[in-house]
């Protein structure tokens, strides 16, 4: 029987990405729209074809002036048209009426507020007195003061977000060159598991890892290809195998990574392509038995069958690894502290990951003190999939330690 030589988390994953060598993998591209560019990758530095602004800005509702004419009494010349240019001109003495984000008229260097302003007649285009002193550049944004003409606003390997999308459409460009998303087989297996859609008999269980690991794949840039259920047998362990390394980029196989006589997935694994098998057993819980391999410079993963597991493992090292594919860094975790609201008792010689729900509390604080997060550990079994549904994130007791004291602080990671 095959034993496990454990070896941390930080350490499995560093011997993964020492043989996973990105750089020389297949560097495939596709333009997108940007609208629809959410959560990509940048393939390509962005440079901004225009200054941004295009033209001097109000960055209020009030009076385009000389600062050297304030405070004091000034003619209004006129009013700026919203999206338009203004052939407006602003002498000292002068004052033009202008709206948020009009252009600033030619000679004008400031633009005083309305609420600064007096009206010395009813329509507030005649004269007005300034009641404050204005220093030139006041409420206003240069041209460019954003971004400068040709300056790289973007670079390769940024993942776009919101914000992203929003300033590649602020400097006209509506489409976008992104890494291609790379491609993940999802391989569940065992004889006692069945579709999800399935009407269970004593002794077996639903497939619910292919669907929640192919919604983690997609939430960080992959598309998750469903292989369906493997009975226990080696002849389709393989068959899959060798499908997979024509199909995907990535192989994840969902049970029969341990180490009993019914788990292929080491042999098989180590039959699909150089290097193999770099680990074969993590110190970390839950996941011990979890397995990482390079076939052909294609990662290959063998996650536990278990559901916790198996979403903890795919979370904490089958997502990175999908960002590195991507020639893109892994997103920050969402992450609070909060305090522990009882003991945890924990293996000294694991990396041990735990569920918690999180709630604000006052108690213990000063009077007139906000709340702080609690943490309350939930009680879980690898094989509880509602311990993750009633949890707000997870909480690393790390190697060597065997108890986390309640009233301790922790670093939660939040669960999206």
Not at 288 to 297: I, R, S
Request: with cysteine.
């Amino acid at each position: 029987m095959r034993t496990f030589d454990l070896l941390s988390p930080a350490d499995a994953l560093a011997k993964l990405y020492g043989a996973l060598d990105v750089s020389r993998l297949p560097a495939q591209t596709e333009v997108v729209p940007a609208v629809s560019a959410r959560n990509r990758v940048l393939a390509r530095d962005v440079a901004s074809p225009i200054p941004l602004p295009e033209f001097r800005r109000s960055t209020v509702d009030g009076y385009a002036v000389r600062a050297g004419s304030t405070p004091g009494v000034l003619r209004v010349v006129g009013e700026v048209r919203m999206g338009e240019l203004t052939r407006l001109r602003v002498k000292l003495g002068d004052a033009a009426l202008i709206h948020t984000g009009g252009n600033v008229p030619e000679g004008a260097d400031a633009v005083v507020m309305v609420e600064q302003v007096k009206f010395l007649d009813q329509s507030g285009l005649g004269k007005i007195q300034t009641q404050t002193q204005a220093s030139p550049g006041d409420n206003t944004i240069r041209q460019g003061e954003d971004v400068q003409q040709g300056e790289i606003v973007m670079r390769a390997g940024a993942r776009l977000r919101e914000p992203e999308i929003g300033g590649l459409l602020s400097i006209g460009m509506t489409e976008v060159e992104v890494y291609r998303k790379p491609r993940v087989a999802l391989i569940a297996s065992g004889d006692e598991v069945v579709p999800a859609e399935a009407e269970t008999q004593p002794g077996q269980v639903r497939n619910i890892n292919t669907p929640m690991l192919a919604a983690l794949v997609e939430r960080n840039g992959g598309v998750a290809l469903d292989y369906g259920i493997l009975p226990d047998s080696r002849f389709a362990f393989e068959e899959a195998a060798a499908r997979a390394m024509q199909e995907a980029d990535m192989v994840v196989f969902m049970a029969g990574s341990s180490v009993s006589e019914r788990d292929f997935t080491p042999d098989v694994v180590d039959g699909m392509g150089k290097p193999g098998i770099l680990v074969h057993g993590i110190a970390f819980r839950p996941g011990k038995p979890t397995l990482f391999a390079v076939a052909d410079g294609r990662p290959v993963f063998g996650l536990p069958g278990n559901p916790v597991s198996a979403f903890v493992t795919a979370s904490l090292f089958v997502a990175p690894t999908l960002w590195r594919m991507q020639h893109a860094v892994a997103p920050m975790p969402g992450q609070v502290k909060a305090v522990l609201s009882k003991d945890v008792r924990s293996p000294g010689d694991l990396e041990h990951w735990f569920p918690v729900n999180l709630s604000q509390t006052a108690e213990g604080q000063p009077h007139g003190s906000p709340p702080v997060w609690s943490a309350e550990p939930v009680a879980t079994k690898s094989n509880l999939i509602f311990s993750l549904v009633r949890a707000s994130g997870l909480v690393c007791a790390p190697i060597g330690m065997d108890r986390l004291a309640a009233g301790a602080t922790v670093d939660v990671r939040l669960l999206d």
